[in-house]
């Protein structure tokens, strides 16, 4: 059975539409069955009298009328759960009532065992499909009870030496039929009862497919807007050429990266990685472009900036939570690289000119651990034909088929193309990753930029 509210809410509730449909397939059935009853009584037993034909007639047609009545009930909406137990009341008294009528005008022995017990069977068994074990469990009550009463207090006195079918067998007989309606019964519950963890276990699985699929919906949005959030493509403008890739783990990540121009010409770049991944680093990641976005357009310094977005995390984060990132200010009039890096895998400039690539290795912690910790900012030269290159640990940690790590193959690549365009050296990188993961799944999320300084 369902365990929760929400759950047994939504289980009862197919379990209503489930008996209000059987109800209606039930009536449908007897309807069918008095049918061919009346027409086997007034068809192949004309010699029964037209008394009790019309009297069976006459019961047929009150069972049609109550099952018409049950069905515009139903229809119109004012269905009760206590309707179910009412029906199979009605339906056994009044087989009850031609088990009398039976005896009185053809005679016990017809009456005990013609259409009636047949007809005590068929309430009990379609009962089952209410899926109500309780349903079931009344109507073999009821019938057996019934059934047991009316010889106790009516049939016996009746019963006639001639009668001799009932007359030598009396009281075993009766009880035997009642326990076979009780057996009956009881198969019937069983019978609902497993259709009831059926259905069960039926909503549950209907509930969790609806819960994945809204929850796929929810990541198809997000990665949606992640994808509005995170450029595409950097693009290049008439001081700097640029590229970039992202290729999130998930269908949401941990990565972000974005170069903004400001209007004296300069350009930030930021690279950054929110511990874990999927939903929380998503949203982590969110806030933290929105944080940095403002403060560029309010023109604050990279270790104000820093500063803030510490306290940010530290404050917001859940316990165990981090970012790494590095927070660069490129300034083309100064032809200088001023960078402060909170933790984050040291970014990578290449010279043109010397062919030397140099690491910028100055860090200081992470961003979310340690409150009211001041940065501290570095610089560098960066002239023309000076290529920056940021990422990201999924990149450099990739695992190999042989389990080594991609970086020693990445500083390779950059050493043998130090000066080489960005897109150029960006194919490269991807085709050295893909020779170098082959088959294997990306577990982390992996990003890399490019900023390189065009020459006069």
């Not at 086997?40 to 010699?47: C, E, G, K, P």
């Not at 199979?88 to 009850?96: A, E, F, G, M, R």
């Not at 999130?248 to 690279?271: K, R, T």
């Not at 193959?409 to 150029?424: A, Y």
Request: hydrophobic share 45%; net charge negative.
């Amino acid at each position: 059975m369902p365990e929760n509210n929400d759950q047994l809410e939504t289980f009862e509730s197919a379990i209503a539409r489930v008996e209000i449909r059987s109800q209606s397939s039930i009536s449908v059935l007897l309807i069918v069955t008095l049918i061919f009853i009346n027409i086997i009584f007034h068809t192949q037993l004309q010699h029964l009298s037209l008394t009790f034909r019309y009297t069976v007639a006459g019961m047929s047609l009150f069972l049609v009328a109550w099952f018409i009545l049950l069905a515009l009930v139903i229809r119109y909406g004012h269905y009760h759960h206590y309707i179910k137990f009412v029906n199979v009341i009605i339906q056994v008294s009044v087989v009850t009532l031609f088990l009398l009528v039976s005896a009185t005008l053809v005679g016990v022995t017809f009456a005990l065992t013609s259409a009636a017990p047949f007809f005590y069977l068929l309430i009990i068994g379609v009962s089952s499909l209410t899926f109500n074990p309780k349903v079931a469990i009344t109507a073999a009550g009821f019938a057996a009870g019934q059934y047991i009463g009316v010889y106790a207090f009516w049939l016996q006195d009746m019963v006639m030496p001639e009668d001799y079918a009932i007359y030598n067998t009396g009281w075993p007989a009766i009880l035997v039929r009642s326990m076979i309606f009780l057996t009956m019964g009881a198969a019937a519950m069983l019978i609902a009862l497993q259709a009831r963890r059926l259905l069960s276990r039926a909503v549950e699985q209907a509930r969790q497919e609806a819960r994945i699929q809204h929850m796929e919906e929810d990541m198809m949005l997000a990665a949606e807007i992640q994808n509005r959030l995170i450029p595409e493509q950097l693009k290049s403008d008439e001081y700097y050429e640029m590229t970039s890739f992202y290729r999130p783990a998930d269908a949401v990540g941990g990565d972000y990266f974005d170069v903004i121009s400001v209007d004296d010409g300069s350009h930030y770049a930021f690279m950054a990685d929110v511990s874990g991944k999927g939903y929380a680093a998503a949203m982590m990641m969110a806030n933290l472009q929105s944080i940095i976005r403002l403060m560029v357009q309010e023109g604050r310094d990279l270790r104000d900036m820093m500063r803030i977005l510490n306290q940010a995390v530290f404050d917001a984060s859940a316990r165990g939570r981090f970012v790494t990132l590095i927070a660069m200010h490129l300034d083309k009039d100064l032809n200088e690289l001023q960078y402060v890096n909170c933790g984050h895998n040291p970014p990578l400039v290449c010279e043109r000119v010397s062919g030397n690539v140099i690491e910028l290795s100055q860090a200081d912690p992470v961003l979310g651990v340690l409150e009211n910790y001041q940065f501290q900012m570095h610089s560098m030269p960066f002239n023309p034909g000076s290529t920056l290159f940021a990422y990201t640990d999924g990149l450099s940690e990739a695992n190999g088929m042989d389990g080594t790590q991609f970086k020693p193959v990445l500083d390779q690549i950059l050493c043998d193309h130090c000066g080489t365009s960005p897109e150029r050296v960006k194919q490269y990188i991807l085709d050295g990753l893909s020779r170098h993961i082959g088959e294997k799944s990306v577990r982390d999320d992996m990003s890399f930029f490019f900023v390189s300084r065009k020459v006069s």
